[in-house]
């Protein structure tokens, strides 16, 4: 994770530098106790060396003295701020004087990789282009981290040409300095050295690493641009340099995963190691999530559930938290609980659990708060736990009796009771709280990505043209039309949470927007359709409501695809087999039979019952595909529509074949 200093400055003679010494090659053997001894003599002898304090920072860390991430960032900052000549404890906490020198890049790196950790990383990008302006004066170990580093903020923040450049800076750059090392090397072959074997295999594993890397990211660019060609070589280049790799198995399984090829996607990740522990990061916890992230696309919750709950289990162990691991300290920084609990909410959500889902999505929320999607998931849990009163309150009357008559003769009356039980509400789910979370979630959707690119370090030449920014402005447009259907998901979720909360002005307003929106998939036009309609008929504007209800307003119900895959003639025959189309959430005749029935009640509140009759003979051919709920709405409104229409007879034999009847 972190990095240590270089202990060369402001030193007291052979005896500081011998603690130095030491200090680090403990440090580097993992025995952090020693390490951490040595830095403390060190420190008696240098009490004002900001590279010294920052040093024995990092070991008290990885010596788990220091269990608090956020202790040791105020103590690395106070080190930075120290060695840039400054008061560390001074109010003024602008560090745009100090952080573009070389000297204090180190501290730099570990402040980056501490916000990396906590997900905040906007900040770690800011602190890391700074240092980039100056790669060229930074060692080059260090340079690397930083590179990688930076690939990875700028992955995750969905930036390929940025990410571009750097990739393109760290394949010239670093592989020209081991060419050059090996040049070196070849002038020395002469020279008897005992360790120059050793030395040399150093060097050329080195350089397999740095170039697996080189591949892995450039396929990790690949995925992000949907350019699933390219990413395919890269994978295949990667396995080439080191055919049983973890990170590339995984890579490659992820790649699958995108193209919806999930049994494929699976046999993958059963061919790796699954128990061992591989660049900080726990195999097993990652192979549960990944299989339950697949089988979760499969649309099978129970085992993607099954699956995530290994992967906490597993995590926990890990961590230490569950007293099965050793609880390292490395261990407890790449703890991944958040994740899993988000993953956990979804299938529970899917299951239709909204507590347990919420519960899961509130742990979540700790470092994942900055996303927009976890707000609108919180929100839903909410907006499902209402469907499910509702649902209750329909079909168990002996429990939910809306009144109940009480006394004889002249004193009988009716005694009016709440519609749902008042048990339901102990969860404290609401439809207030789904409001206060859509808000949020609108509040943090990104903006259009800019498209400015990060400035060169000071002498470099001008990178060629990157094959990767040649389709950064196609990735502009799909976060762009990825934050607009998210941003209509919650506009549809605010809909139902204002209707439920009678306030039908801002669910009209809404619904009216929706509509516009070109961006607004088929589905969701549908639920404005039926919410508009609903407001309406509250506002008494029957016409109006009766509007939105035809089945015309029924269009395409297929979910907007965000992204069309790039498709060619290496599909290895398993295309077919392997892309699944993604199911609407209704069909277009539930959707029909959804319109007729609100069609019908609306015609009934406007006394217009032949009207009404008409819409009932219509869904009375599709009525036995119909769900519970829908059955039980055609069954009251035939009879009421009946009754008024002085056919008691008709009711009567209506009420009794459904009496017999095996749907409820």
């Not at 990095?3 to 052979?14: F, L, R």
């Not at 350089?207 to 395919?232: D, P």
């Not at 993953?343 to 900055?370: D, I, W, Y």
Request: with cysteine; glycine share 6%.
């Amino acid at each position: 994770m972190q990095e240590m200093a270089t202990n060369d400055a402001g030193g007291n003679g052979a005896c500081g530098r011998e603690l130095a010494g030491r200090a680090q090659d403990f440090f580097e053997a993992g025995n952090y106790d020693k390490s951490l001894s040595a830095l403390v003599d060190l420190s008696k002898e240098r009490p004002k060396d900001p590279k010294v304090q920052h040093n024995l920072a990092v070991t008290r860390f990885y010596a788990g003295k220091e269990k608090s991430l956020d202790n040791f960032f105020s103590q690395a900052t106070k080190a930075k701020k120290s060695l840039a000549g400054r008061d560390a404890d001074s109010a003024d906490s602008n560090n745009e004087d100090f952080d573009d020198e070389a000297e204090s890049a180190v501290i730099t790196y570990n402040l980056a990789v501490v916000l990396y950790k906590r997900r905040h990383f906007d900040n770690a990008l800011s602190v890391l282009e700074r240092v980039y302006k100056i790669i060229e004066a930074v060692e080059e170990h260090l340079a690397q981290k930083i590179c990688l580093l930076l690939l990875d903020l700028y992955i995750v923040k969905a930036m390929p040409e940025k990410a571009g450049f750097v990739l393109t800076y760290l394949e010239k750059t670093l592989t020209a300095n081991q060419q050059k090392k090996d040049a070196e090397n070849g002038e020395n072959e002469g020279e008897a050295a005992p360790d120059q074997d050793e030395q040399k295999a150093g060097n050329n594993a080195e350089k397999e690493k740095l170039k697996f890397y080189l591949h892995q990211y450039k396929a990790r660019i690949h995925v992000l641009t949907r350019s699933m060609k390219a990413c395919k070589r890269e994978i295949k280049s990667a396995l080439n340099v080191s055919s049983q790799n973890v990170a590339a198995l995984f890579l490659k399984s992820n790649y699958e995963y995108i193209r919806r090829n999930y049994r494929k996607s699976v046999k993958l990740l059963n061919s790796g190691p699954k128990s061992n522990d591989h660049a900080d990061q726990n195999l097993t916890v990652l192979y549960y999530n990944n299989l339950g992230c697949v089988h979760l696309q499969m649309q099978k919750y129970g085992l993607a559930g099954f699956y995530f709950n290994k992967a906490i289990q597993a995590n926990e162990s890990y961590t230490g938290r569950s007293g099965g691991g050793d609880g390292k300290q490395i261990n407890i920084v790449n703890d991944r609980l958040h994740e899993l609990m988000y993953n956990q909410g979804v299938s529970m959500l899917h299951l239709e659990k909204p507590r347990l889902a919420h519960s899961c999505f509130t742990v979540a929320a700790v470092l994942l708060s900055h996303n927009p999607t976890l707000w609108c998931r919180m929100a839903e849990c909410c907006i499902q736990d209402d469907c499910n009163k509702r649902k209750w309150s329909n079909k168990d009357e002996k429990v939910y009796k809306v009144a109940v008559p009480a006394g004889i003769g002249k004193n009988r009356k009716l005694i009016v009771q709440p519609a749902f039980d008042e048990s339901q509400k102990e969860g404290g789910l609401t439809l207030g709280m789904a409001i206060s979370y859509l808000n949020n979630a609108l509040h943090l959707i990104a903006p259009k990505p800019e498209t400015d690119l990060i400035r060169r370090p000071t002498g470099s030449k001008a990178a060629p043209a990157s094959p990767v920014a040649a389709v950064s402005s196609n990735v502009e447009a799909i976060n762009a039309n990825s934050n607009a259907l998210l941003r209509c998901h919650i506009h549809a979720n605010l809909m139902y949470a204002y209707l439920g909360v009678a306030r039908l002005q801002e669910a009209f307003d809404l619904g009216e927007s929706l509509l516009i929106d070109p961006v607004c998939s088929g589905s969701l036009r549908f639920l404005a359709h039926v919410y508009l309609a609903e407001a309406l008929v509250r506002m008494k504007k029957y016409t109006e409501a009766i509007r939105h209800l035809q089945p015309e307003n029924i269009g395409d119900l297929n979910p907007v695809q965000v992204v069309e895959e790039e498709s060619g003639g290496d599909n290895d025959g398993q295309a077919a087999d392997s892309e699944q189309t993604r199911t609407p959430a209704f069909s277009n005749e539930a959707a029909k039979l959804t319109l007729l029935l609100n069609l019908a009640a609306t015609y009934c509140m406007r006394a217009d019952c032949n009207e009404a009759a008409v819409c009932l003979q219509q869904v009375n051919p599709a009525i036995n595909q119909a769900n519970p709920y829908q059955i039980r709405q055609y069954l009251v409104l035939s009879v009421y529509v009946a009754l008024r229409r002085n056919q008691h007879s008709q009711a009567v034999d209506l009420l009794m074949s459904f009496r017999h009847s095996s749907k409820p």
